[in-house]
């Protein structure tokens, strides 16, 4: 049933009905910078690549890479519930759909998320028609979503996240927030303060599942980790996860202090930083994954930055610092990517953006939080330099990811009602 937008919606249409004409050419701007994929643009603006196959098609929607891993379990979960059903995953990054294409079950189909012009939209929507639509974590892109739902489409937003800035911005536009809002079907919160920001705009808040605290552990290829084990040849390693500009120089100095001589993979957040983080941290410049180089003996620093490849470089982690929260402007990684592995993890200060999977894990002893890199430098000479520490703090990693599944299992039933009912 159409309900009539709000003003300040119906204005957010105009504009970005007028605007079409340049989507393309910006599109392609951002092609040349390697922001887009040239070759798919036309999925960019509805214009689909894949034919819609027959039957009941339940859709996924992502935004970058992170997000985009985070759904896996939910669709392979929906998928062995709903063995009839063809799964179209959306996303908006060339890295999301590097990972989605090594990733996705057989069967799904992905595609670039159409730009959220009324056109491309309605392109979008007429040619996938999909039953359902599940949105993960933040993407509130009005013109997608009040015509999804215009069309039928039953709509959930799952994993939601959302922070006090965006929760200001939209409270300027409160009819707008609440008609967005009340497309959703379901709503499931990723943690509390995200709840109660969504039921002061005026969201039904279903319940709690943040899909970052669920998955199966990171892919690892077989051949390669037997490799990589060699190279390190028996020595501890420390792998520093997702880091970001200065992370890399802070973590290479720790290690460098230690009292035992230890390898040091650093696994960089945007992989593009692979040779300015070689160039950073040493004279020679460490070896580069992206380059073919390897693990020699002498090696004590390596930069492995390739996609897809974190799994990998845990696997042979002693110890795993998380990235992203030594300095106050990222709010942290997700640590569960190392828990999953049993992996003792040990990160900065500044992780905000994951404050209630870090403050419960410290309590289980199952993550240690470290204000600068002098402490850090304690924290690795103690768990490199008693093994029983280090067992028990990747032990209670384990348990404290093993436990994340059962939000999981408590979301599953609505969602797949939802899509039962379509």
Not at 16 to 44: F, H, I, V
Not at 187 to 199: C, G, H, M, P, V
Not at 300 to 321: H, N, P, S
Not at 359 to 382: Q, T, Y
């Amino acid at each position: 049933m159409s309900r009539r937008r709000p003003l300040s919606l119906a204005a957010y249409g105009l504009v970005t009905r007028l605007a079409s004409p340049l989507a393309r050419p910006l599109l392609e701007a951002r092609a040349r910078r390697g922001k887009e994929d040239l070759a798919r643009l036309g999925e960019r603006l509805g214009r689909p690549s894949a034919p819609r196959p027959p039957g009941p098609l339940l859709w996924l929607h992502a935004v970058s890479v992170g997000e985009s891993v985070s759904l896996l379990p939910l669709l392979n979960a929906l998928a062995a519930r709903r063995p009839e059903a063809t799964f179209l995953v959306t996303s908006g990054t060339r890295a999301a759909a590097e990972i989605l294409a090594q990733r996705l079950p057989l069967g799904a189909i992905h595609q670039f998320a159409p730009i959220d012009t009324p056109g491309a939209v309605s392109r979008f929507l007429d040619h996938w028609r999909p039953d359902v639509g599940l949105f993960v974590e933040s993407e509130l892109w009005p013109n997608l979503i009040l015509e999804a739902k215009a069309r039928g489409v039953r709509l959930a937003l799952v994993s939601a996240r959302m922070t006090q800035k965006s929760a200001r911005a939209w409270s300027l536009r409160p009819a707008a927030a609440r008609a967005v809002l009340e497309s959703f079907d379901l709503i499931f919160a990723q943690d509390q303060a995200t709840a109660q920001r969504l039921a002061k705009l005026g969201a039904q808040v279903t319940g709690r599942l943040n899909l970052k605290r669920v998955g199966a552990p990171l892919f690892a290829d077989p051949t390669e980790l037997t490799r990589l084990k060699a190279q390190a040849a028996g020595r501890p390693v420390v792998v520093a996860v997702s880091t970001h500009p200065g992370e890399e120089a802070l973590a290479a100095q720790a290690v460098s202090e230690l009292p035992l001589q230890a390898l040091l993979i650093i696994v960089p957040r945007h992989r593009e930083r692979g040779a300015e983080v070689a160039r950073v941290l040493a004279q020679p410049a460490p070896p580069r994954r992206a380059e073919g180089s390897v693990i020699g003996p002498k090696t004590t620093v390596y930069v492995a930055d390739t996609l897809g490849e974190v799994g990998l470089f845990l696997r042979i982690a002693d110890v795993a610092i998380m990235g992203g929260s030594f300095f106050p402007d990222i709010g942290g990684h997700n640590p569960l990517e190392p828990a999953r592995l049993g992996k003792p993890v040990v990160s900065g200060p500044h992780v905000h953006n994951f404050a209630d999977i870090y403050a419960e894990m410290a309590a289980r002893s199952a993550a240690r939080l470290v204000d600068d890199g002098r402490a850090l430098v304690g924290v690795l000479a103690e768990l490199l330099g008693d093994p029983a520490q280090r067992e028990c703090a990747g032990a209670a990693a384990l348990a404290f990811a093993k436990d994340q599944s059962d939000q999981l299992a408590a979301a599953l039933p609505l969602i797949d009602a939802l899509a039962a009912a379509s």
